[in-house]
């Protein structure tokens, strides 16, 4: 499996960006897709979630603000990040669990939020 980010860039808080995440390859095969974020000096966490069956889950800090998406015929996923904070900046990565116990991972593309 492949997935390749787009739709980073630099905003003012409170804006609005649209990451997508294109999957290639087996994507038949998967279980779960989604994204993850990770801040200069910190650690890689997850941000929001889609499972084969439809199923979302969220990270508290933006439940409320991000909406997760997908288009099968396009095996594309999307993340809607509306009222973009400061604390949103981040590299974005695209992660996906593929049968029967694999991770995959996209190179990752920058949010910058400034206040």
């Known amino acids: 499996v492949q997935l390749v980010e787009s739709g980073g860039g630099s905003v003012q808080a409170g804006d609005s960006l649209r990451l997508s995440c294109a999957a290639s390859?087996?994507?038949?095969?998967?279980?779960?897709i989604g994204w993850h974020r990770q801040a200069p000096g910190e650690r890689r966490e997850a941000v929001a979630f889609?499972?084969?069956?439809?199923?979302?889950n969220y990270a508290d800090s933006v439940k409320g603000r991000f909406t997760i998406s997908r288009d099968n015929a396009k095996n594309t996923i999307y993340l809607q990040m509306n009222s973009l904070k400061p604390e949103d900046t981040a590299v974005y990565y695209c992660y996906a669990w593929v049968r029967p116990d694999e991770d995959y991972w996209g190179r990752g593309t920058q949010v910058t939020v400034s206040s």
């Open positions: 390859g087996s994507t038949f095969s998967i279980n779960l």
């Open positions: 889609i499972t084969s069956a439809g199923n979302t």
